[in-house]
């Protein structure tokens, strides 16, 4: 079970931290991603980590803007979101998966969304 957490309100150009705590142990070959879900939009990519090597993957538009990370100690994955922009709101999901992907079909663990707003 993963469960997200730190969303909240923000000013353009703030920053967030969200984390996702599994209530279970992460092997090494797992995936974690976060996604995103605007209203009236699909759910889209954010950035993945791998848990075992730590490689992270990001789409285009949170890149140099956000970080995703991770404590093995404590199961849990974060994402550090810095220069926030109106069109970051949304409901963040963290997910985990035992391979790399973009798409929602790569992840077979979800945890409850998290909102994120940000007030231009």
């Known amino acids: 079970q993963l469960q997200a957490s730190g969303g909240g309100l923000v000013q353009a150009g703030g920053s967030l931290r969200l984390s996702c705590a599994a209530s279970r142990r992460i092997f090494s070959s797992h995936v974690l991603g976060w996604f995103r879900q605007a209203p009236g939009k699909e759910r889209q990519f954010v950035a993945a980590?791998?848990?075992?090597?730590?490689?992270?993957y990001y789409e285009d538009s949170v890149r140099g803007r956000f970080t995703i990370s991770r404590t093995s100690a404590e199961n849990t994955v974060y994402l550090q979101m810095n220069s926030l922009k109106p069109d970051d709101a949304a409901v963040y999901y963290c997910a985990a998966g035992t391979e790399y992907g973009t798409t929602q079909k790569a992840y077979k663990w979800w945890g409850q969304g998290t909102l994120v707003t940000v007030s231009s």
């Open positions: 980590i791998r848990w075992g090597s730590g490689i992270r």
